[in-house]
């Protein structure tokens, strides 16, 4: 059996780095963890194929090809995944969907064929047996949650690495908090599931074999939700990995509980991790209260980050504005927590209520549900009635991106993490693909772009004062001019009237 497995386009947005990736060539940031890990699921004697519509085009001769075709991403893929079902309807092809995406929103994808939702470990097998006997049903779904041993490695020669600037693994499922507008907790628990070290070192001598030496991304959205497995199996299974085959650089999303164990940081820091997202979302008590986000409660975040920052790791940053509590003046005090705080990559967006969040549920009850969200907010839009408005939300959220990534605002924040940050044998000298990546950004930011003032005096004080640092110094000059491009965008969209959103009979059912 074929079987061709379709990732849809992602829209450009602050994590697509879609304008940073000019510099370095690469048309992609990752490439469909999901899919092919799916495909180390189906029988090894099916011919597969993946076609990532991000690098490649998805051509006729792929679907002409195809016995099946398999599909599935996020919700911010949600327009991506449209197109791809009709090119596949108007083949005249099967299709079997999964994912975040579907399985929060399969109702309104009614010309898919056949839906495997929730973890693929429980439900994948149960279509394929189905589907050898002739006899598939509709839709695949389970409320357990899977055993991550049973997870297979990635088959990684299904992609063409070369289109990436990131590999990704995954080491965990789950989340210990429960923050009402997030839905990790809702499809994946709230007790984190992982693999075993040998799971994680089997994938990531697969990507090195590959001949993979970059950046790895550990996709989880809490990496220590377990700390004692963190700090006693993962961390110690890396260090030792390093050793062999590093300095391979890695990165993870982790909650700001991190700064109170220094033993934890320094493992991590060990282990080659240079970089974490953390979910600050508000500097305000009440907002942290209002939003059962108890990990960021009762403490001093500035300094947290500080410590993280001090002790070797970038940290970047979530925020979101529109919660009950906040005010017009919220806007300027988060701007003036992300510039103290140096965090370089501050995400701002709209607060926003995905299916199957106790948020969605309140706002249903609330009569305040617009619509159903799933996780774009590129043109700044919310699901929620916000209390102070939606207009002023949107005029507040426009000024605030206009501020934090304005060329003097953005680099004075890369000289206050540079100041931070130790010098680390992790963090590699410039190579030659640095070199020349260096040279487009003199090209691009240095002489035409806007910035190049603040970009040649970010430059002349790096390597006066934090020369070990200066490859990082020049990665993060094409991250913000990214992140500046996109605020742009989003600041103009929102100068125009909110964007009507479908489906909020189907949202209310489904919380």
């Not at 990496?223 to 993962?234: H, P, V």
């Not at 510039?339 to 370089?344: D, F, L, P």
Request: aromatic residues 10%; hydrophobic residues 45%; proline residues 5%.
């Amino acid at each position: 059996m074929n079987i061709l497995f379709v990732f849809p386009q992602l829209p450009e947005s602050y994590w697509s780095y879609s304008h940073a990736l000019k510099i370095v060539k690469r048309p992609s940031l990752l490439p469909p963890l999901g899919l092919l890990t799916v495909a180390a699921m189906l029988p090894a004697h099916w011919d597969k194929r993946l076609v990532d519509t991000n690098v490649q085009p998805l051509t006729d001769a792929d679907l002409a090809w195809a016995d099946y075709v398999y599909i599935g991403g996020m919700g911010i893929q949600w327009k991506g995944a449209e197109k791809v079902i009709a090119r596949v309807k108007a083949a005249g092809k099967k299709m079997v969907a999964g994912g975040p995406l579907f399985s929060a929103a399969y109702a309104f994808f009614q010309d898919v064929d056949h839906f495997v939702l929730n973890e693929a470990e429980l439900t994948l097998g149960a279509f394929v047996a189905d589907l050898e006997k002739g006899t598939p049903k509709r839709i695949y779904r389970s409320r357990d949650f899977a055993d991550m041993h049973q997870s297979p490695v990635p088959l990684w020669h299904l992609a063409d690495l070369s289109k990436y600037a990131v590999m990704s693994v995954q080491y965990t499922r789950g989340c210990p908090f429960d923050c009402d507008f997030c839905n990790v907790t809702a499809m994946l628990g709230r007790k984190p599931r992982f693999k075993t070290p040998a799971q994680i070192i089997a994938e990531l001598d697969g990507l090195y074999a590959a001949g993979w030496r970059d950046h790895v991304f550990f996709v989880d959205d809490n990496l220590i939700g377990n700390k004692k497995a963190a700090r006693e199996e993962l961390l110690p299974a890396l260090i030792q990995w390093q050793k062999t085959h590093g300095p391979i650089p890695l990165c993870t999303q982790a909650s700001i509980n991190l700064a109170d164990d220094e033993n934890l940081t320094q493992l991590m820091v060990a282990a080659g991790f240079e970089t974490i997202f953390v979910g600050v979302e508000s500097s305000d008590p009440a907002s942290l209260e209002e939003c059962q986000k108890v990990q960021n409660r009762n403490r001093d975040l500035i300094r947290d980050i500080k410590k993280l920052q001090r002790a070797g790791l970038e940290v970047q940053a979530g925020f979101i504005v529109g919660f009950d509590h906040d005010t017009e003046a919220t806007f300027q005090q988060q701007m003036d927590f992300i510039q103290e705080s140096g965090i370089v990559s501050a995400m701002v967006g709209q607060l926003q209520a995905p299916p199957g969040t106790k948020l969605a549920a309140r706002m249903a009850a609330e009569k305040r549900l617009l619509g159903i969200s799933m996780g774009d907010n590129t043109d700044g839009s919310t699901n929620i009635m916000p209390t102070m408005g939606l207009e002023k939300l949107r005029q507040g959220h426009a000024w605030l991106l206009n501020r934090i990534y304005a060329p003097r605002a953005y680099y004075q924040r890369v000289k206050t993490l540079l100041a931070e940050l130790p010098p680390s044998p992790s963090r590699r000298g410039l190579r030659l693909r640095d070199l020349m990546a260096f040279g487009r950004t003199v090209l691009r930011y240095g002489i035409a772009g806007k910035e190049r003032w603040e970009y040649w005096k970010l430059l002349f004080w790096t390597l006066r004062h934090k020369r070990r640092l200066f490859s990082l110094a020049v990665r993060l000059a094409a991250i913000g001019h990214h992140h500046r491009r996109m605020s742009e965008e989003l600041a103009a969209n929102l100068s125009k009237p909110a964007p009507p959103l479908a489906g909020v009979e189907v949202m209310a059912a489904a919380v």
